[in-house]
């Protein structure tokens, strides 16, 4: 019997999952993460991948200078503190950062499904490494 087909959503879903992960993970210290907008430290599982540019461009949807631990009280009720964000990725990376992601967002890009399991299997041994 041939296996079935994993639906694109679940695909998203899966590499939503890993990706977070390794955001979460790649900078902590003894899986103790910090908020990159307001500094509060938690465990990396309590904390949550913070997106500068919304998760509904795909363009940088996983993007690794896009994505950044944040709090939920950062994240979520503070809609991302978009301005500190913006701010701390200039400082983070280089001056010009977060225009080049606002710009690079707005660009439609399609994943074939084939892209995103590549991608799982890339985030899915990183997050293996770091844990």
């Known amino acids: 019997m041939p296996s079935k087909k994993v639906s694109r959503s679940k695909l998203v879903k899966k590499l939503d999952t890993v990706f ?10 003894n899986e103790i993460a910090t908020c990159f907008t307001c500094g509060k430290k938690d465990h990396w599982k309590k904390l949550q991948n913070g997106h500068f540019q919304s998760r509904k461009h795909y363009a940088t949807r996983w993007d690794e200078q896009n994505c950044q631990v ?16 913006a701010k701390y990725l200039d400082e983070k990376y280089h ?4 225009d080049e992601l ?5 660009q439609i890009v399609k994943f074939t499904n084939i892209e995103i ?6 985030y899915k041994n990183l997050v293996n490494k770091l844990i």
């Open 20 to 29: 977070s992960q390794y955001i979460r993970l790649k900078d902590a210290d």
């Open 70 to 85: 944040q709090c939920a009280g950062c994240n979520v009720f503070k809609y991302g503190e978009q301005f500190l964000f």
């Open 95 to 98: 001056i010009g950062i977060s």
């Open 102 to 106: 606002y710009y690079k967002a707005k």
């Open 117 to 122: 399991e590549e991608m799982i299997l890339y």
